[in-house]
């Protein structure tokens, strides 16, 4: 008999998490499993409409889910609980009003993805007490990396939490083939004889770009045929682009805004630069991998799980512009070893990263919660 499993999103933005549910929801076994998604009906989540040609059935949420008074959402979406009857509910990171709901609905297990457990969630007072609520009684979290583990248990855990490491898959074959580098240097108008430093993120203080414009500023004084390729938007990019003015390497620095053809882009770039005040598992450093990149990371969340210091890129500490810049600096002097941390990452993907690998063991963890 079919179990329905449902996934349960209530950020309205399309980013790494939404990317991690789409390719649980593509790829779940449908000899075992009925798979559902639940969302905010917004533009910006306009891609999972895609999932139904896939056979998910969608269900929507108000447009104000985020907004809403928390206990005027509740009830709204207890009440689409019950139309759907899940025997699983998978919430997307920790949603107060959905878990709340599912907790009143009490005919599904509850499975939670803790996707960046060092995250301030910024609640007041009664928020904690609805968050501890919410977290209380029998769950399985999902956390994608042992330090994020630690760290969500330190922070959030509650004595009825059974935890789950289950890493995020990257499609390594999706970075293969020939790809057309001229191309992406006439577009972003990058002289040929200039290598690539590039940087995948949304703009936001988190990412730590203030710092990588800072380091810039050195790199470009040893070597001066480097462009950096920033990849992304958020509600830093004018801020950004005026303090690259500021600090002399705005020429050097293009702001690509957001793109989808991220593998095309990496396999025109020399070295992939993540300097990250906290991350989760970081999706963009691991398609850096996949694309054969060296990369230099700061060892925050679950990116040592990724980056091996000296094996497949080079950890420096958060906000040390000295020593971002002297690891960049380092990785353009030695080319071969460059290559070589660059192979070395793309094997450590395809060895433990894989996306058949992150489906099938969170497989186990719903047959797990489905037996208990």
């Given at each position: 008999?079919?179990?329905?499993?449902?996934?349960?999103?209530?950020?309205?933005?399309?980013?790494?998490?939404?990317?991690?549910?789409?390719?649980?929801?593509?790829?779940?076994?449908?000899?075992?499993?009925?798979?559902?998604?639940?969302?905010?009906?917004?533009?910006?989540?306009?891609?999972?409409?895609?999932?139904?040609?896939?056979?998910?059935?969608?269900?929507?949420?108000?447009?104000?889910?985020?907004?809403?008074?928390?206990?005027?959402?509740?009830?709204?979406?207890?009440k689409?609980?019950?139309?759907?009857?899940?025997?699983?509910?998978?919430?997307?990171?920790?949603v107060?009003?959905?878990?709340?709901?599912?907790?009143?609905?009490?005919?599904?297990?509850?499975?939670?993805?803790?996707?960046?457990?060092?995250?301030?969630?910024?609640?007041?007072?009664?928020?904690?007490?609805?968050?501890?609520?919410?977290?209380?009684?029998?769950?399985?979290?999902i956390?994608?990396?042992?330090?994020?583990?630690?760290?969500?248990?330190?922070?959030?855990?509650?004595?009825?939490w059974?935890?789950?490491?289950?890493?995020?898959?990257?499609?390594?074959?999706?970075?293969?083939?020939?790809?057309?580098?001229?191309?992406?240097?006439?577009?972003?108008?990058?002289?040929?004889?200039?290598?690539?430093?590039?940087?995948?993120?949304?703009?936001?203080?988190q990412?730590?770009?203030?710092?990588?414009?800072?380091?810039?500023?050195?790199?470009?004084?040893?070597?001066?045929?480097?462009?950096?390729?920033?990849?992304?938007?958020?509600?830093?990019?004018?801020?950004?682009?005026?303090?690259?003015?500021?600090?002399?390497?705005?020429?050097?620095?293009?702001?690509?805004?957001?793109?989808?053809?991220?593998?095309?882009?990496?396999?025109?770039?020399?070295?992939?630069?993540?300097?990250?005040?906290?991350?989760?598992?970081?999706?963009?450093?691991?398609?850096?991998?996949?694309?054969?990149?060296?990369?230099?990371?700061?060892?925050?969340?679950?990116?040592?799980?990724?980056?091996?210091?000296?094996?497949t890129?080079?950890?420096?500490?958060?906000?040390?512009?000295?020593?971002?810049?002297?690891?960049?600096?380092?990785?353009?002097?030695?080319?071969?070893?460059?290559?070589?941390?660059?192979?070395?990452g793309?094997?450590?993907?395809?060895?433990?990263?894989?996306?058949?690998?992150?489906?099938?063991?969170?497989?186990?963890?719903?047959?797990?919660?489905?037996?208990?």
């Open positions: 008999m079919l179990k329905d499993i449902l996934y349960f999103q209530q950020n309205t933005t399309f980013g790494l998490t939404e990317r991690y549910i789409y390719t649980l929801a593509s790829e779940l076994d449908r000899s075992k499993f009925r798979v559902h998604l639940m969302y905010p009906d917004v533009p910006q989540l306009e891609s999972f409409a895609v999932l139904k040609t896939l056979g998910v059935e969608l269900h929507s949420l108000p447009r104000k889910v985020v907004e809403d008074n928390i206990f005027r959402l509740i009830p709204t979406i207890y689409s609980l019950r139309a759907v009857e899940p025997d699983l509910i998978h919430y997307n990171d920790p107060i009003a959905g878990m709340l709901a599912g907790r009143i609905y009490s005919k599904a297990g509850i499975v939670m993805t803790h996707h960046t457990p060092e995250l301030d969630r910024n609640y007041a007072g009664s928020g904690k007490i609805l968050e501890k609520l919410a977290f209380s009684g029998p769950i399985k979290v956390f994608t990396s042992k330090e994020d583990c630690h760290t969500g248990v330190k922070f959030d855990g509650m004595s009825q059974e935890t789950e490491v289950v890493p995020y898959g990257v499609d390594v074959s999706m970075f293969d083939g020939t790809y057309n580098k001229k191309a992406v240097y006439d577009e972003f108008d990058i002289p040929s004889h200039h290598r690539i430093i590039a940087n995948v993120a949304r703009l936001v203080e990412k730590g770009h203030k710092y990588l414009i800072d380091a810039a500023k050195i790199v470009l004084n040893k070597h001066e045929n480097v462009t950096f390729l920033i990849v992304g938007d958020g509600n830093l990019r004018k801020n950004l682009m005026s303090y690259a003015e500021y600090v002399g390497v705005s020429e050097r620095c293009v702001f690509a805004g957001y793109r989808t053809d991220i593998a095309t882009v990496l396999k025109a770039c020399n070295m992939f630069v993540m300097p990250s005040l906290f991350e989760g598992l970081c999706m963009a450093v691991m398609e850096a991998f996949a694309a054969g990149l060296p990369v230099v990371a700061t060892p925050v969340g679950g990116i040592p799980s990724t980056v091996i210091d000296g094996e890129g080079v950890l420096v500490p958060v906000r040390n512009i000295n020593k971002l810049s002297q690891a960049m600096i380092s990785i353009l002097d030695n080319p071969t070893k460059a290559k070589q941390m660059g192979l070395a793309k094997h450590r993907m395809s060895t433990y990263f894989t996306v058949d690998k992150m489906v099938r063991r969170t497989e186990s963890v719903y047959d797990n919660t489905l037996r208990n």
